[in-house]
């Protein structure tokens, strides 16, 4: 599957792209920033899962929605909730010294939408299993391309650095996230009890487990 739009329009990086461009939720704009919304009744249940993408410079959000298909300008399920913008400085754009030379001599340049657009030609190209290969391994995939913090990352700590450090849009994107929760957690305990909460704890330590597991213990299982 295909975005609708002209891909040479949507995969090619803005030439001229300004610098320090503001964050502007109302036109959905988050310069080099990892986004984050809740999920469809996954995160009814587990207010900490949720979609990511990635920015490019120009605040254009690019998240891996489906088999072979990268969304631009679209975030798939709904506006951006939280939302953490990446220090550039701390990002490595060079591979090997051979690119770092020929970038120092002005005949190769590696920026940020760069290392995008790479990733985003080869997901579309990838197999999507929100299990194996998804959203979060986009955005891992990129920052590890970028070598952002020295590299490293994978679905587990992409989503730690989203719950621990994302900020909210604004107070109605936390009330978004968090309402459906609450009214499902306080409906499962009036009718469920100590059943619901089993129900709820075996949920939980069953997606989390298989991130962890899938992430430190079987390495080729999760894809980025």
Not at 30 to 44: E, G
Not at 179 to 206: C, E, K, M, Q, R
Request: aromatic share 14%; proline share 4%; with cysteine.
């Amino acid at each position: 599957m295909e975005s609708d739009t002209d891909p040479d329009h949507t995969m090619m990086i803005e030439q001229n792209v300004p610098l320090n461009i503001p964050i502007d939720p109302s036109r959905a704009r988050f310069p080099c920033s990892i986004v984050w919304t809740p999920l469809p009744v996954v995160s009814w249940l587990l207010p900490f899962v949720g979609h990511t993408g990635i920015c490019r410079e120009d605040g254009v959000i690019l998240d891996f929605a489906g088999p072979n298909f990268v969304c631009v300008d679209n975030f798939t399920f709904g506006t951006v909730a939280r939302y953490i913008q990446i220090n550039k400085d701390k990002c490595s754009m060079y591979s090997n010294e051979e690119e770092f030379r020929l970038a120092e001599s002005g005949r190769n340049q590696h920026t940020w939408d760069d290392a995008l657009k790479k990733s985003t030609q080869e997901y579309q190209h990838r197999a999507y299993n929100i299990l194996t290969c998804n959203c979060h391994s986009f955005v891992a995939h990129n920052l590890n391309r970028m070598e952002f913090q020295g590299g490293g990352w994978n679905v587990v700590n992409i989503a730690a650095l989203i719950l621990l450090k994302g900020q909210w849009v604004d107070k109605t994107a936390m009330i978004r996230a968090y309402a459906p929760f609450v009214i499902i957690f306080i409906v499962g305990i009036t009718f469920g009890g100590a059943s619901f909460l089993t129900f709820l704890a075996f949920f939980a330590i069953l997606l989390v487990g298989w991130y962890l597991l899938g992430t430190y213990c079987f390495k080729n299982l999760i894809q980025l």
